[in-house]
């Protein structure tokens, strides 16, 4: 394993350029896409990590907004994330 040490001043000379790189960039490609990222059901079903059925009852009851398009279905990403942090913030029930 190889180690290199940078100094304080080559640091933020690296820094700036970065900064620089990411400044020039922006103005060239312009805001953040404001295109959705669509996910299918294989790809919910890994991340939230449960069954087809469940996100069938999901779909039926409401839980996870998604758009069909024929006969699939696709979830908004911000959707998914949003139920995945619902889930994680639930207060466990620790009580035996």
């Avoid at 620089?20 to 103005?27: G, N």
């Avoid at 409401?62 to 990403?77: A, D, E, S, V």
Wanted: with cysteine; hydrophobic share 30%.
């Amino acid at each position: 394993m190889n180690y290199y040490v940078i100094t304080e001043s080559n640091w933020a000379k690296l820094r700036d350029e970065i900064l620089s790189l990411a400044e020039c960039c922006h103005k060239a490609f312009g805001e953040k896409s404001k295109h959705t990222d669509w996910l299918h059901n294989g790809d919910v079903c890994r991340l939230l990590n449960i069954s087809k059925r469940t996100l069938q009852h999901y779909r039926d009851t409401g839980i996870l907004p998604f758009t069909q398009i024929g006969h699939k279905c696709y979830y908004k990403r911000e959707d998914v994330e949003q139920l995945l942090l619902a889930r994680t913030d639930k207060p466990k029930n620790n009580s035996i």
